[in-house]
């Protein structure tokens, strides 16, 4: 069912924070069409995962987190990591393989990283970020310090042993976590119904006697209110939270895939629940703010966006005699 308007929030929103939700869930879809844009003029190699149609959950989650809590992604990380605080450039020029690049060019669109940003990386492993953050989250806890992790994957990932094994620990050590779920319905080209004994992810929490949420997560404000609730819980020392955000990704797997095998009615069905539109007019209807404010935000971050893309150009390569350097590995 399409909703036009969104529903009142839980937890009070300012002009000020709705700006900077607004902001940020632009920021995401244009970066990830320029994504597009520069892939296919060849400057960018290996396979790219666009995020465009789940801007709020990454905006919803990330914003209502602290700037020292942890973030953990998956392939499809551009956006959680510019949400988390890397910059465009930072996040360009490392789909360049350029030097500049926040993983020195080494890395590319699936291995993002961040230390000053504890943004914990992109990893190309179904699943393979989970254990990653669960471990994060006993470190913090281990500390005796109160930061919180958010760990995001799909809903395939939900399916793999890992998931599993770390809710059980997380659940075990009240660990200060929280696990999302972007459902959007497909793994590449399985649809999830077709892949999953129980379709209601949120539902497999009670596995492990944990709080499970379903949002829709095409509502920025929506995952706002379930991820602030479950960030006070974690940081209180409550435990975990599950969080399944349905959501559609709005173009292929990856930028590889021609995107042939979803039916055209699922797509325009999805499309008309944008969340950046619904976020458009919830602050119009507030007063927050009119379209030509709106616009003038668009307009800046696209010269932003931009200006990564020049940089991205002109940094330099990785010079060929540090190819061994970053490496864990010692020469034997
Ligand atoms: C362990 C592992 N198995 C298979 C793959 C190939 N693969 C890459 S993405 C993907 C689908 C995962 O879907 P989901 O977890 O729902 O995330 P989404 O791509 O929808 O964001 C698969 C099977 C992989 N990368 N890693």
């Not at 970020?129 to 989250?137: K, N, Q, Y």
């Not at 499309?271 to 950046?276: A, E, G, L």
Request: charged share 25%.
């Amino acid at each position: 069912m399409v909703q036009e308007k969104l529903p009142p929030t839980r937890f009070a929103l300012d002009r000020q924070e709705a700006l900077i939700l607004y902001r940020d869930m632009i920021l995401g879809r244009t970066f990830e069409d320029t994504c597009a844009r520069m892939y296919y003029r060849g400057k960018m190699f290996g396979f790219v995962h666009l995020y465009n149609g789940q801007e709020a959950v990454s905006t919803g989650v990330i914003k209502s987190m602290r700037s020292d809590d942890y973030v953990c992604s998956t392939y499809r990380d551009h956006v959680h990591a510019l949400s988390t605080g890397l910059t465009p450039r930072s996040v360009m020029a490392e789909l360049f393989g350029k030097a500049t690049g926040c993983s020195k060019g080494r890395g590319g669109s699936m291995h993002l990283f961040s230390a000053e940003h504890n943004f914990l990386g992109g990893y190309a492993f179904v699943a393979e970020g989970i254990p990653v953050a669960t471990g994060a989250a006993f470190a913090a806890k281990y500390r005796g310090t109160d930061q919180v992790t958010a760990c995001f994957f799909g809903d395939g990932a939900s399916n793999n042993g890992q998931f599993f094994e770390c809710l059980n620990m997380a659940a075990l050590w009240n660990l200060p976590i929280l696990y999302v779920v972007e459902n959007n319905l497909w793994s590449i080209g399985m649809y999830h119904p077709r892949a999953s004994s129980i379709t209601d992810i949120y539902r497999k929490a009670d596995a492990f006697g944990i709080p499970g949420v379903r949002v829709d997560g095409m509502d920025v404000l929506a995952v706002r209110d379930v991820a602030k609730e479950a960030i006070q819980r974690a940081r209180a020392g409550e435990g975990p939270t599950l969080i399944e955000c349905t959501t559609y990704r709005f173009r292929g797997h990856s930028l590889a895939d021609p995107d042939e095998l979803r039916d055209p009615a699922e797509k325009e069905f999805w499309r008309q629940q944008d969340p950046i539109p619904r976020l458009a007019a919830f602050i119009a209807e507030q007063g927050f703010a009119g379209p030509d404010e709106l616009k003038l935000i668009d307009q800046e971050i696209r010269s932003e966006v931009e200006e990564a893309v020049v940089f991205a150009e002109e940094s330099p390569e990785p010079p060929v005699d540090e190819l061994y350097r970053f490496q864990f590995a010692e020469d034997e």
